[in-house]
């Protein structure tokens, strides 16, 4: 079965740092699109950052560019995201999210994405 698995979250003071990871299983990782995802309390969920496995292709929310970074390990299955300079307003829970066999054409909306992890939370605090 496709499954997702995020890790990595915690919590930490304004300007820290942290990397989540996204291990994935029971589908192949070599040619899918895999974001990241993140959502506060009373608001919509975002998209924060993409990526396409089979080329490295990346792309970025406005709000993280510069600070945000996604990365894979295609051997591992596994994708991360390393954030640093966080800010409050990064506070959220931040989920993993996949579509099979197809490619990314920037940071998609959440209807784009088949495959869904359980969730990470990260907290920042000033």
């Known amino acids: 079965q496709v499954q997702l698995v995020e890790s990595g979250g915690g919590s930490v003071q304004a300007g820290g740092s942290l990397r989540l990871s996204c291990a994935g299983s029971?589908?192949?990782?070599?040619?899918?699109?895999m974001s990241w995802f993140r959502q506060a309390p009373g608001k919509e969920r975002e998209g924060v950052a993409a990526?396409?496995?089979?080329?490295?292709?990346?792309y970025y929310a406005g709000s993280v560019k510069g600070r945000f970074t996604i990365s894979q390990d295609n051997a591992k299955n596994t994708v991360y995201l390393q954030m640093n300079s966080l800010k409050p307003e990064d506070t959220a829970m931040y989920y993993c999210?996949?579509?099979?066999?197809?490619?990314?054409?920037?940071?998609?909306?959440?209807?784009?994405?088949?495959?869904w992890g359980q969730g990470t939370q990260v907290t920042v605090s000033s």
């Open positions: 990526i396409y496995t089979a080329d490295g292709s990346t």
């Open positions: 029971g589908f192949p990782y070599s040619r899918n699109c």
């Open positions: 999210a996949a579509r099979i066999s197809t490619w990314c054409a920037g940071v998609r909306s959440d209807g784009y994405y088949e495959y």
